[in-house]
């Protein structure tokens, strides 16, 4: 019953390190996304993906990197952290093909970078 | 593009008072429209929705109405409790470009006992 699961939960990061986010469903979902959330923005896409070993850019692309590696992960990576990118970050995965089908979110992971 | 375009919160309330949290949109195609709530500390979660033009979408008191002709999809709920307290995100849903969720900024509600 774990659904869409994120790990870590928080992290502190300086800026010019490097952490990879890990997102992790079992519902066999074709569809996962990232997304941050900031005060007074929403949510924003960062990167989707619409199957294994496949991605595409969403909204806020750049400083992020994603990789679909296998149909249960979707992993996104930041190669050197600045503090803009500090942020919650929330993964979502969602059955493909049925544009009224729910999507599940993950907890969330809080990053701050200083 | 597509887009989505709440109110401006935080919206205060006493408890048992009568809720709107407006929500308009912007879209090519018919999208499917969702209300999404977020409680403190938690991840998103699905209140409501509507795939197509006239639908009404209910849950825990809550609804909309898909009105495609004013391009909206207010959520109500005729009375509020604390533990409604939470952020309400108005979203839709277009199998045009991706099949991407797109999210209005999200309302804060707080409601006071």
């Known amino acids: 019953n774990a659904g869409v699961t994120q790990t870590p939960k928080f992290r502190v990061l300086k800026t010019g390190q490097s952490m990879t986010l890990l997102c992790a469903q079992d519902m066999n979902h074709e569809y996962m996304y990232w997304y941050r959330q900031d005060p007074g923005m929403g949510l924003r896409l960062i990167h989707y993906s619409v199957g294994e070993g496949t991605t595409a850019k969403g909204e806020v692309p750049d400083g992020y990197n994603v990789s679909r590696l296998k149909k249960q992960n979707f992993l996104l990576g930041l190669e050197s952290a600045a503090p803009s990118q500090t942020s919650v970050y929330f993964c979502?995965?969602?059955?493909?093909?049925?544009?009224?089908?729910?999507?599940?979110f993950g907890q969330g992971t809080r990053l701050t970078v200083v | 593009g597509n887009s989505v375009t709440q109110m401006e919160g935080p919206v205060t309330l006493s408890e048992e008072a009568f809720l709107t949290i407006n929500c308009t949109y912007t879209a090519t195609g018919y999208p499917s429209l969702f209300w999404y709530v977020q409680y403190p500390g938690e991840g998103l979660q699905l209140l409501l929705k509507a795939t197509k033009a006239d639908d009404k979408g209910s849950n825990k008191g809550f609804e909309a109405t898909y009105r495609k002709e004013t391009t909206s999809f207010h959520l109500e709920k005729g009375s509020v409790q604390v533990s409604d307290s939470a952020v309400y995100f108005c979203a839709l849903l277009t199998m045009e470009y991706g099949n991407k969720l797109v999210f209005g900024a999200g309302t804060i509600l707080r409601v006071k006992s």
């Open positions: 979502a995965s969602s059955p493909a093909g049925r544009s009224w089908a729910e999507a599940f």
